[in-house]
């Protein structure tokens, strides 16, 4: 099943399997509006009020490596940051940043599995799958909330 979401960041689409997010694709442009815990939840996150997606999912696809990628991308903290080169050091493999860029943007579940919370060396804002201004969209906002959340 295929759901249309318009966001902040333009039309998103979520593919379901049964009731588990399987897919999220950027610029969608076909699926029904119909409510799911997805889309509640997905319009929770960018209107500031979620900071963590409860949805059931499954990452579907994509080699070994590419999995523990997207594993260790699971686990960056809401408003947090990690450079490739961290994460492939995580992983064991430190020459690997290119590879782990790679494998970000074969995440199939973007935005629900943070990949733009991975940015370059000294926090160099490269590479998305969703582009560079998405990129950069979901990065403020989160940054904008954690700073409400923190001085309120």
Not at 25 to 31: D, I, K
Not at 36 to 42: M, N
Request: proline share 6%; with cysteine; net charge neutral.
């Amino acid at each position: 099943m295929q759901l249309l979401l318009e966001s902040p960041i333009g039309p998103l689409g979520v593919t379901l399997a049964e009731e588990t997010v399987v897919g999220v694709r950027f610029g969608a442009s076909a699926g029904s509006s119909a409510g799911h815990a997805a889309v509640d939840q997905l319009t929770a996150y960018f209107a500031g009020e979620l900071m963590e997606f409860t949805v059931p999912l499954e990452l579907r696809g994509g080699s070994e490596f590419e999995r523990a990628v997207w594993g260790e991308i699971a686990k960056i903290p809401y408003g947090e940051m990690r450079t490739y080169g961290a994460i492939a050091t995580a992983l064991g493999d430190p020459g690997a940043a290119r590879a782990v860029g790679t494998a970000c943007n074969h995440n199939p579940i973007p935005v629900i599995v943070p990949c733009h919370r991975v940015v370059g060396a000294g926090g160099k804002l490269i590479g998305f799958g969703g582009g560079l201004p998405r990129k950069r969209k979901l990065l403020e906002l989160e940054a904008r909330v954690a700073l409400e959340r923190a001085w309120s």
